[in-house]
């Protein structure tokens, strides 16, 4: 069986990247059942152990278990999002609450537990390094958080609850994409008024792939949101804006709606089994922010200031439909396609005149430099390598002192693949039995196009998602679970939000930005332009995304969740915060998957904005060495982002920065207060 199944077999791959074009799906399910059981051998052997507990037998063995099941997961979970289909979609369902249940029956095993805590009591005896006593002291941590200080009958219950959020988190995700692959709105020549042809011709190539005749405009965010930004058709665009936010909002076998007030419900049991009054207390107990009520000062010290402004920007988008002759109160369809006119008539920005200088070949290249002049990496293009989709890139990334790790770009579009944008990992870099080398990729949603023309937000998703990749691909540390990006929930968007200042440099938009057809430079007078109108629109930025984060908070600290109706919730919860009529929020409940599909985000989503707090203060630095490529200032970003879970998230930006962070310079790069 081994043999046949390449997922249980070694891998001969240059680089030990996953043999992809030998894996089929019906090889994950005996591949699971072989490692999981590996695994509960590795830790009885831990647990039963008849040496007294040591670091080395117990924290680094545990350390080194699971190896097997970590290499499978890592495959599955990667390409149940980036490929998808049926098959692995089924597969998920079926093996998301196995999984639970073995995770849990590690973490609440009591002979194992015994030897970690009997450590960490006398943690401070032991002569631990830094990474060492900090390794010890989150594993211990991780356990009580999981449940291992309990009672028998706490301990059942807390898997039942970990097995059944599983499924849950599971069949959200499923149902939003759902939502998303079976909507499309079909457009005759007459209804592409205001659209200018890149938007055409993905509306095109969207109907092709739906088997549909002419044009469609579908789901997926790159289509979807410079259709609403174009169309002159309002009746057009209220009817994709409608679709946009109701996904997972259709009663039937895919309605989120029945599943949310199940999922908060068994969270904040979950929190309460541990002592913890709600489930967003038990979240930033573990966070920089540390309580809710810090997590809140900050969301509140934006939400205000961010209001007054969306306010005026609301006022000057209503006198432009007016002055079309509409007299129609402006809705939240109507804002993007209001928003573009004012951007013309104030900033002389126009988006068709901008987006040919926006290739995305060009802009990959322009991510992979900036690393060279940062950092020393250089990227070669390996088509050698086996990759599980036509559209992925993979590369090899280097520096002066040899191979660092590979990293696979996969950038377009499909049917089957999650929206949005994301890093991930097939691999994590670790030394401690030898070094291993990351492979990292990242995940986009952009249309598949000869050339691919993107925005500028598009190109900042992307040097955003860069940033992660660098988080993982510069780790260097000793233990597995330390490494790159596995960092508490609020430090881990710094280094993804950090590197997006580097696209907005002129050097950088000079050097990158070229027009897609004659391969001239962007003008200068077009860069100017564009820098200055950095503030546009920024009040329905943060009204959209704080109001998430606000409503985040609200239903992670609900008194009985169980009798929610999410959609009464929501909309009284809109009213009581004030919400502009105008502006939806960034993600309704029901399609909220960063909450709700896995959990990673669940009462922290405000970790955006915690971040940005630190990336845009941690930018300053550069701006005071007089240089964004300042070669000292690089080599501390390079420390930070090379320590993974090795220090406290603080203590690094500290070393990093030399003081702790101020929110003055987040407040001006949102345009909330004068700029000085």
């Known amino acids: 069986m081994t043999q046949d199944n390449p997922l249980l077999a070694g891998w001969t791959t240059p680089f030990g990247v996953p043999p992809f074009d030998l894996i089929r799906p019906?090889?994950?399910p005996p591949a699971f059942a072989a490692a999981m059981e590996e695994n509960l051998t590795e830790i009885a052997a831990i647990a039963t152990d008849p040496a007294a507990p040591s670091f080395a037998n117990s924290v680094?063995?545990?350390?080194?278990?699971?190896?097997?099941?970590?290499?499978?997961?890592?495959?599955?979970?990667?390409?149940?999002?980036?490929?998808?289909?049926?098959?692995?979609?089924?597969?998920?369902?079926?093996?998301?609450?196995?999984?639970?249940?073995?995770?849990?029956?590690?973490?609440?095993?009591?002979?194992?537990?015994?030897?970690i805590d009997a450590l960490h009591v006398k943690r401070a005896t032991l002569g631990l390094e830094e990474d060492q006593m900090r390794l010890l002291e989150r594993m211990h941590l991780n356990l009580i958080r999981s449940g291992a200080g309990l009672d028998a009958a706490g301990k059942a219950r807390m898997t039942e609850i970990s097995s059944r959020l599983a499924a849950l988190h599971t069949a959200f995700g499923q149902n939003v994409l759902h939502d998303e692959k079976s909507w499309a709105l079909p457009l005759a020549e007459e209804d592409l008024e205001g659209l200018p042809d890149f938007v055409r011709a993905g509306a095109a190539q969207a109907a092709t792939e739906r088997g549909l005749p002419g044009y469609a405009v579908t789901l997926s965010r790159s289509l979807i949101e410079?259709?609403?930004?174009?169309?002159?058709?309002?009746?057009?665009?209220?009817?994709?804006y409608e679709a946009w936010i109701a996904r997972g909002m259709h009663a039937g076998t895919h309605d989120n709606r029945v599943l949310i007030p199940e999922i908060l419900a068994l969270r904040a049991e979950r929190a309460q089994l541990l002592g913890y009054a709600t489930f967003a207390e038990f979240r930033l107990a573990d966070a920089m922010a540390g309580t809710p009520a810090a997590a809140e000062a900050l969301l509140a010290e934006v939400w205000e200031p961010a209001k007054r402004k969306a306010a005026v920007e609301r006022d000057r988008l209503q006198a432009a439909a007016r002055a079309e002759g509409s007299n129609e109160a402006l809705a939240p369809w109507d804002w993007r396609y209001y928003a573009e006119k004012v951007r013309l008539a104030d900033y002389a920005l126009d988006e068709t005149e901008l987006k040919?200088?926006?290739?995305?070949?060009?802009?990959?290249?322009?991510?992979?430099?900036?690393?060279?002049?940062l950092f020393g990496l250089t990227f070669t293009p390996r088509p050698d390598l086996p990759v599980y989709h036509p559209d992925v890139r993979a590369y090899e990334v280097r520096d002066a002192d040899g191979h660092v790790g590979i990293f696979l770009?996969?950038?377009?579009?499909?049917?089957?693949?999650?929206?949005?944008?994301w890093m991930s990992s097939y691999r994590d870099q670790e030394n401690l039995d030898g070094p291993i080398s990351p492979i990292i990729v990242n995940n986009n949603n952009f249309t598949k196009a000869e050339p691919s023309l993107l925005s500028f937000d598009d190109a900042e998703t992307m040097f955003h998602e860069f940033g992660h990749a660098l988080h993982g691909l510069l780790s260097r540390v000793h233990y597995p679970s330390q490494s790159g990006t596995s960092v508490r929930r609020d430090f881990v968007e710094l280094p993804s939000q950090i590197y997006e200042h580097w696209l907005a440099l002129p050097e950088t938009l000079h050097a990158y930005?070229?027009?897609?057809?004659?391969?001239?430079?962007?003008?200068?007078?077009?860069?100017?332009?564009?820098?200055?109108?950095?503030?546009?629109?920024?009040g329905f930025g943060t009204v959209e995304y704080t109001a998430a984060a606000l409503i985040d908070m609200a239903l992670h600290q609900h008194p009985d969740p169980r009798s929610i109706d999410i959609e009464s919730f929501e909309r009284d919860f809109l009213n009581t915060i004030g919400m502009p009529a105008e502006i939806g929020i960034r993600h309704r409940p029901a399609h909220f998957q960063h909450l709700f599909a896995g959990g990673g985000y669940a009462a922290g989503y405000y970790s955006y904005l915690w971040s940005e707090v630190l990336d845009a203060d941690g930018f300053e630095a550069f701006k005071e060495a007089g240089d964004p490529f300042d070669a000292a200032t690089a080599a501390r970003l390079r420390t930070l982002l090379s320590a993974g879970d090795t220090r406290d998230p603080m203590a690094l930006y500290r070393a990093f920065r030399g003081r702790g962070p101020s929110t003055a310079p987040l407040l001006r790069s949102r345009d909330l207060v004068p700029a000085t």
Do not use: C, W
């Open 26 to 28: 019906d090889h994950f």
């Open 226 to 240: 410079p259709f609403l930004t174009f169309s002159v058709r309002r009746d057009l665009r209220a009817r994709a």
């Open 409 to 421: 770009a996969d950038n377009y579009a499909r049917a089957d693949k999650r929206s949005g944008a």
């Open 60 to 115: 680094e063995a545990l350390e080194r278990s699971g190896r097997a099941l970590s290499r499978v997961s890592a495959v599955f979970y990667n390409l149940v999002s980036s490929l998808g289909g049926e098959a692995l979609e089924a597969l998920d369902r079926d093996l998301a609450p196995k999984l639970a249940q073995h995770g849990m029956k590690i973490a609440l095993d009591p002979a194992l537990f015994a030897r």
């Open 356 to 373: 040919p200088y926006f290739v995305l070949d060009r802009l990959q290249n322009a991510i992979f430099d900036t690393a060279t002049k």
């Open 513 to 538: 930005a070229r027009h897609a057809e004659t391969g001239a430079p962007i003008p200068d007078a077009l860069i100017e332009r564009l820098l200055a109108a950095q503030g546009f629109n920024q």
